[in-house]
């Protein structure tokens, strides 16, 4: 009698270890890593150590799975002795004999310590963990720092042999967990969030637009080559005031023996400080900013800042003028377009006879996405809509052409979108015209209008 009570105490300990081990999975895997950290940061030992656990997330967990897979083990061996002995004497003076009395105290044991651990020693921890996950990470902290100690040995056994079984099948083991919401995840949340009224005005395209700008680099928001006014390092400086008169721009990039020879930036700051009307631009230029066009925006304002310079110069693979970025240019990267007295004003995008869509050609493909409605699709090396009808074409576009592009249906509604070129300007198309195509045309890609 004492060994069977022995028995079912220790079917208890174990299944009191099993949640322990449980709660450690799902509290310190669920448990909110930006609201700890702020916790640690303000003088909070308890969530130090928990930060200090999720920061070897991926050796926790095996060590949890340890700990779950021999306190299961043990319980099994133990449960069904333990209440066979208690069990089978009754069941014997009840009739049954001694040898079924004992194949079903054993059988009625692995049922009973099976639901007390899957009640006691896995659901109801899981559970807890969900609903208080912080606040039990700081609390189990400490006691797993420990465990983790003790048994680090044996769990990097296992983790070892568990990784060269993976490697063996050619997968490569993670060796931690990715932690945190993806970019992706808030995107969806955001627009969940727009949808149901809960984000004013434009405030879910600025938060989407401040997600996506880390992923921007020079190239895709400099202003190209084309668009950009240069002047010469052998003009004058009265060159130049007319120059900034006649553009309203501030900056220029100055070239030598070539236009992709760039060798310094002046304007309206260096005739501030010029009194001889007279003198080269090459004698006031300052030093030119050169920023290669893959460099991402983040980099781009770090060096614009250490050079106290607004204006940098995106240089091709060649080393060429790709284009010019200024603060502005970046700046409209997370507030949308920014309007001064000197900015063209384009026509804006408008919505004509038959559901067309009549817009700037130079509009980015993600823009164009916004404003139709309609998922037109990605193509490498292209970020514009004009880019995406020269794709199309393979030629240089003149005003009538006409191609059809299949919608992306992972971003938007399946079917086929046409585009027409309206103008043209330097060969590329600077106006076009968009609209759902009425019907598929033999599921081809586009196609060119006039020959």
Known sequence: MVSALAGIA?????????????????????ADQTVLEEEAAAGDARARRAMTVTGRLSFMLSGAQLGITVAALVTGLIASPAVAALAGPALTAAGVPTGAAHAVAAAAGFVIATGVQMVGGELAPKNLALARAGRLAKWLAPSTLVYLTVAGPVIRLFDGAAARLLRAVGVEPAEELASGVTAADLADLIGSSARAGRLPGDLPGLLVRALVFGDRTADEVMVPRPDVTTVSDTATAGELAGLVAATGHTSFP???????????????????????????????????????????????????????????????????????????DIAEELTGPIADENDPVPPPPARGAGGAWELDAATRISRAREVTGLALPAVPGYDTVSGLVLARLGRLPRPGDRVEVDLDAQAGLPGQAEIEVTAVRRHVARRVRIRLAAAPRGGRAGHGGRP
């Open 254 to 328: 100055v070239w030598g023996s070539d236009p992709d020879d760039v060798t310094g930036i002046a304007g309206a700051r260096e005739l501030a400080a010029c009194d001889d009307m007279d003198r080269p631009v090459a004698r006031i230029m300052r030093p030119a900013l050169l920023v290669p066009g893959t460099l991402p925006l983040q980099a781009v304002v770090a060096r614009m800042r250490e050079a106290s310079e607004e204006f940098a110069c995106v240089a091709d693979e060649y080393g060429g003028l790709a284009g010019i970025v200024t603060f502005e």
């Open 10 to 30: 220790g079917v208890l300990v174990l299944t009191v270890a099993t949640g322990y081990f449980v709660a450690q999975e799902f509290a310190f895997t669920v």
